[in-house]
């Protein structure tokens, strides 16, 4: 079973609708976590973080914890076609120790 | 605020040549310091990290080593380069006990 698991995709939305991107984790003790975007031939770039159980909203974008079901999610709504983009779920357990899904490549059809 | 430089942006590179990837961070001193891989249409790679001067950890066995020999400079080496070893490699730095920031990432091809 891998660290952190995501839909590889491709999701494909059209604009103004509701993007959904989900990740689980395998580690309980796993206490911060992170949704990074990144574009064809970029280098990832933070767009949320959550720390404690629920939701929590950034403008579009919200993101959503249950360490419960070991489960976090973003959601993007008035998907545009600049959120064309693969959204990487990382889990952080401790200072030195940050995992990474293989991504979900999102996109968002005019 | 601070920065992150990678360079080169780009590298072509034959099998068995050595490199040198070089990473600095500004407007910050001590950071947490880290080498990724990503190979095409994969997830990051944890290679390397650094909590100070002269203090790396590898996370995985292979051809490639790293040095920090200034508290802002991070330096991925290889002597002896494979096939394998092409990819996007990204240097990130972390403040403390916050998430990683990545600079903009070497895109290396090892024909």
């Known amino acids: 079973q891998k660290e952190v698991e995501q839909n590889s995709g491709p999701l494909s939305v059209p604009e103004g609708a509701i993007a959904s991107l989900n990740c689980t984790y395998s580690d309980r003790v796993s206490q911060s976590f992170f949704w990074y975007r990144q574009y064809s031939g970029k280098s990832p770039e933070l767009i949320m973080s959550?720390?404690?159980?629920g939701d929590k909203e950034d403008g579009r974008f919200t993101a959503q914890l249950n360490k419960a079901s070991q489960y976090v999610s973003l959601l993007i709504r008035d998907s545009q076609p600049s959120d064309s983009a693969t959204y990487l779920c990382?889990?952080?357990?401790?200072?030195?120790?940050?995992?990474f899904g293989a991504g979900t490549r999102l996109t968002v059809k005019p | 605020s601070q920065t992150i430089h990678q360079w080169p942006a780009t590298l072509v590179q034959p099998v068995g040549s050595p490199l040198s990837l070089e990473c600095t961070v500004e407007g910050t001193s001590n950071p947490n310091l880290y080498w990724y891989r990503q190979a095409a249409g994969r997830g990051l790679q944890l290679l390397f990290y650094s909590v100070g001067i002269g203090q790396i950890s590898s996370e995985v066995p292979q051809n490639l080593s790293a040095s920090r020999p200034q508290d802002r400079q991070f330096i991925l080496s290889s002597k002896k380069l494979l096939l394998s070893d092409s990819g996007f490699y990204l240097c990130?730095?972390?403040?403390?006990?916050?998430?990683?920031?990545f600079g903009p990432g070497t895109r290396l091809l090892v024909l």
């Open positions: 959550i720390y404690s159980n």
């Open positions: 990382a889990v952080m357990k401790n200072n030195n120790d940050m995992r």
């Open positions: 990130a730095w972390t403040p403390l006990q916050e998430t990683q920031y």
